[in-house]
DNA sequence: CTGAAAGCGCTTACAG
DNA sequence: CTGAAAGCGCTTACAG
């Protein structure tokens, strides 16, 4: 069995040891291992390759890292993990990475100022040769300090000079989701936001002059719609149809109508934000205005990866896409 | 404002510089960043720590990996992200590690074993001190060839001598939730299984001489349990209640039903194997099986890091626990 | 086509 | 309490 073969103790096999075994130069074994930079003879590559499997010779990446200054890892900074939205960014990121080359480190922050600080320096210390940062504040000091790390923002809609970000357009999302309830002809359309500022709750705001409905803001987690759901439809004066501003929030909003007894969306439309996989396995199924999550990764990897990136005030804004299912009751 | 610093081609500050600015030895760097192993005088210290921070010096973690031969670096292969168990296990594993001041590099193999493969040979490559993996199939010869990495298979059961592996014990798991359905006196008892082997499939057919209920098998995915759940109760001879292998599959099965009219758990009665958040927010919440993933990510990060690990065959089993929500009529 | 050697940025005995 | 120096394992000009 060859799982048996697993020994404690046993030293990792280095460069000078394939070397050794292969009777050739240090060298030689790197141009073999790196097809080049140099030429080597197919008898001579042949014998190296054959020692490498011999001896499980794996470059050592620290040393690769030391020498050529490139680490080939990226780095992620998250709020949090329990959230599909992010969960989602980071598989797409990390495909990203591994198609090009890289390995991903992700660090999750827990929507903690100070903790995510300290995962950029960390990362930054890795000689990670991109930084993907999506802020738990709008704007964020953290990222400062480590200038010879391409950075770019993500999900954030930052206008300061020297810095590039990319999100959606949060803002317009929202206005295209409420405006889609509203013709329905449901005269009422509630909001169920994320604590502190918002954009998809200024673009709820600028659909009509007057409120369209009550706002209840709370965690953008299950929990967090549950809550505010609980608030929003436990009075009779609840609204006709309402936007989440997350489908984690919508799952938990679901949740709380189920639970009072009201049926969507012929009692209570919702359409939520984000589009993910969840939302398109709720019941009802959620209409969503859909983030496109792998672009975004993409566009971010490449700027990284390709810059110009610090320094640079580039803006990138993808649009979002107004997926219909049946909780909005088209 | 502070973001605005960022210049790009800045060129990051090393050991040397930080020496050169307090007009020391790059030894005495070292020690002040480590608090060790020599004594320095606090006045030194003092200007150090100040030119550290002029400076904006973060040591090279390659440079020190290289030298110490410890890279701070954990691995965790997943088969894929996608699925709440493993978000959720890769969260829990991430702050264990983080905890005890080690990264962790994730990586998903997408249920391919050849990527697996590369993704393990990639992180050993990079000197991760502890690799865990949750194998593709039950006992992967990927794991060979990194006798030197401490290794723990997660989440699988081998009894392979020189393999450490911890898991729940998913037989038993299965038998008390098919055991629960039964109490309730339901008739039949459908499974909604994985493909390939299973323990909690083996559970259910031992719970009684004869089966239970009908079987269907599918991805464990949202849309395999959907799709398992379509066929399963889209014919009139359909059970009563139903064991889905996994929440991703159970959700998928919720929504099947919804789509037919069946009432949970009026028409049909569920438990689910899992017990991640998304059980407890799908309407109505799930009753599940639950796993200890938090538990058991502590004990693999304990286990890879203090030893002893390879070579050794350990195998921890966690319990499992019903925990009682409102899918099964209780 | 191949080898000897420098040097990436650290840490740590060793000497003072 | 501090410094000079070796060496971790690579890659890459440079010389042959």
Redesign the pocket.
């Known amino acids: 069995m060859s799982v048996g073969r697993q020994q404690p103790g046993k030293r990792a096999a280095?460069?000078?040891d394939v070397a050794r075994y292969a009777?050739?130069?240090?060298?030689?074994?790197?141009?073999v291992?790196?097809n080049g930079?140099?030429?080597?003879?197919p008898?001579?590559?042949a014998r190296v390759r054959e020692a490498i499997r011999v001896l499980g010779?794996r470059?050592?990446a620290s040393?690769?890292a030391?020498?050529?200054?490139s680490s080939k890892l990226l780095g992620l900074v998250l709020p949090e993990f329990d959230n599909s939205i992010w969960a989602d960014l980071a598989v797409a990121v990390s495909d990203c990475a591994n198609a090009r080359g890289y390995d991903l480190i992700t660090a999750s922050s827990g929507g903690d100022v100070t903790l995510e600080q300290q995962h950029i320096q960390s990362l930054s210390g890795r000689q990670v040769e991109g930084l993907l940062v999506t802020c738990v504040e709008m704007i964020d000091p953290a990222i400062d300090g480590v200038a010879d790390i391409p950075t770019v923002l993500l999900n954030v809609f930052s206008d300061a000079p020297g810095v590039t970000s990319i999100g959606v357009d949060a803002r317009q999302g929202a206005i295209d989701g409420v405006e889609h309830l509203l013709s329905h002809g449901y005269d009422t359309v509630g909001l169920i936001a994320h604590r502190g500022i918002d954009l998809r709750e200024e673009g709820w705001r600028q659909v009509r002059e007057a409120p369209l409905g009550p706002i209840e803001r709370d965690a953008s987690t299950r929990q967090g719609g549950y809550d505010a759901a609980r608030r929003m439809f436990g009075s009779p004066d609840r609204p006709r149809s309402v936007f989440v501003c997350s489908d984690m929030q919508a799952v938990g909003c679901l949740r709380a109508l189920w639970e009072l007894g009201l049926r969507v969306p012929d009692d209570v439309a919702i359409v939520s934000f984000d589009g993910t996989v969840d939302s398109r396995f709720t019941a009802p199924p959620l209409t969503a205005v859909q983030q496109p999550i792998a672009t975004m990764a993409r566009i971010a990897v490449d700027l990284v990866l390709d810059g110009p990136v610090n320094g640079v005030h580039h803006r990138v804004v993808e649009p979002t896409h107004l997926v219909i299912r049946e909780s909005c009751g088209c």
Chains 1, 2 share one sequence.
């Open positions: 280095t460069q000078a009777g050739v130069s240090g060298a030689v074994v790197s141009y291992v790196h930079p140099r030429p080597v003879s008898e001579t590559a010779y470059p050592n040393a690769a030391l020498r050529t200054g």
